[in-house]
């Protein structure tokens, strides 16, 4: 089994504003895989489809070798997921819940989940009730890694926390990877966090994958040129182009996709110029990738 | 050592973090069979994914510079007398290079840099 999740032609439907179509993913064994995309875009509903929680219209969806939903009882045990919103009673303590928790993994490891209420400063006599946001989540984190899961499926774990406690849960989440080999499927919208730890990445918007890289191949194939006198039409091209649009200097600005050094050379067969070729970071190059498919998206409508 | 390690910048993290090692070992920082952190704690550490790390690693080991014994973690190996002086060379030339390149994209002229070097140094280099 060379993924921990396959996702394949997928179609899903809520009544008539949403739907999730022709969705593909596939996320390999032992990668830290991120899911991108604006707020309302799906990540949270292909969460919930991945694990088993809502049923799709068609399509195919395995998960640690298990088509899902059918297999979910058997599935989920090896699951850690961390939902975006807490979901724990108010009313029970750390060491309640951890207790709680406990008592539904047979591979839970008390060890780790000791070692992290140290590292992670909670109180064990505290009510879930009390805690702060940042506990909360760091609360939530421990309890997924320690039942010991062969996948952790986060849903924006670190949205609206600060920078110290994000840096706690992202060291914690690291740690465990390196000491277990485990596939991390990790959504959020925050570009930069995501763009250290991730070895894949998915950007989706409005229900529908726009790609699936390698995050190598997606930073480093994302470019922006800076082109003079290329004809309107191009056919041909060995790289995708994004976005082409006048500048306020001379020349045009456009964003590729697939780019490779040495693809300038298929300006000159043009009679066109590369005046110069810009580095895109992940945050950009989402930006413009999410620019070009709504463009797309709103000429055919 | 990683200090400012970043992962905006198109040079690959593992390209970044094999290039820190390097530099601590050509300045000596990291003397022979020093350790390096384990692939663990540096990724816990930087926050970043353990498998660049181990890139970094792997790429270091095939160059030479350090050796990973099984169980017992990644160390800095014996260097040839000379490696460490052509290291910090190979350094002295990548800072030139990136010197020159920022001060033609911003437009700024052969004579101008070296009166800025000199002015620097407090010595003239003709």
Redesign the interface.
């Known amino acids: 089994m060379n993924n921990a999740i396959d996702i394949e032609r997928l179609h899903y439907r809520v009544g008539k504003a949403f739907e999730i179509k022709d969705l593909d993913l596939h996320i390999p064994t032992g990668s830290i895989y991120g899911f991108l995309g604006p707020n309302g875009s799906g990540k949270t509903t292909t969460i919930r489809l991945i694990l088993g929680l809502l049923r799709p219209l068609s399509g195919r969806i395995t998960v640690l070798g298990d088509p899902m939903p059918e297999q979910h009882a058997r599935v989920l045990g090896r699951i850690g997921y961390v939902p975006e919103q807490p979901h724990l009673d108010g009313t029970l303590t750390v060491r309640e819940l951890i207790d709680f928790q406990s008592a539904f993994y047979p591979r839970w490891d008390r060890t780790r989940a000791d070692e992290l209420v140290q590292r992670f400063e909670l109180d064990g006599d505290q009510l879930f009730g009390r805690l702060s946001k940042g506990q909360k989540a760091k609360l939530m984190i421990l309890l997924a890694l320690a039942q010991c899961g062969d996948l952790l499926v986060l849903d924006e774990p670190t949205d609206g926390l600060d920078p110290v406690v994000r840096r706690d849960i992202l060291s914690a989440l690291l740690t465990y990877v390196s000491e277990r080999r485990a596939t991390i499927f990790i959504s959020s919208h925050l570009v930069h966090e995501l763009e250290r730890v991730c070895d894949w990445v998915a950007v989706m918007d409005n229900g529908r994958l726009i790609t699936e890289a390698p995050m190598e191949k997606l930073k480093h194939g994302t470019k922006r040129l800076i082109v003079t006198g290329a004809p309107g039409e191009i056919s041909n091209a060995p790289f995708r182009v994004l976005i082409r649009e006048a500048t306020n200097g001379a020349g045009e600005n456009w964003v590729v996709g697939d780019w490779e050094p040495g693809m300038t050379s298929f300006f000159d067969g043009l009679g066109a110029t590369v005046r110069d070729v810009i580095d895109l970071d992940l945050e950009d190059g989402f930006v413009e990738l999410l620019r070009s498919f709504r463009t797309k998206a709103g000429g055919r409508a | 050592m990683f200090h400012g390690i970043d ?4 040079i ?2 593992y390209v970044q973090i094999a290039e820190r090692v390097r530099l601590a070992i050509a300045t000596g920082t990291l003397g022979s069979a020093a350790p390096l952190p384990s ?2 704690q540096l ?10 790390v181990m890139q970094a690693y792997r790429d270091l080991e095939a160059e030479g510079f350090v050796e990973t014994r099984h169980g017992a973690g990644t160390f800095v190996r014996e260097l040839a007398p000379g490696r460490r002086a052509r290291e910090r060379s190979q350094h002295a030339i990548g800072l030139v290079r990136k010197l020159l390149a920022e001060a033609r994209r911003s437009g700024v002229s052969l004579p101008e840099l070296q009166r800025a070097l000199e002015a620097e140094l407090g010595v003239k280099t003709t």
């Open positions: 992962a905006r910048s198109p690959p993290l692939v663990r990724a816990a550490e930087l926050r970043v994914n353990p498998a660049t």
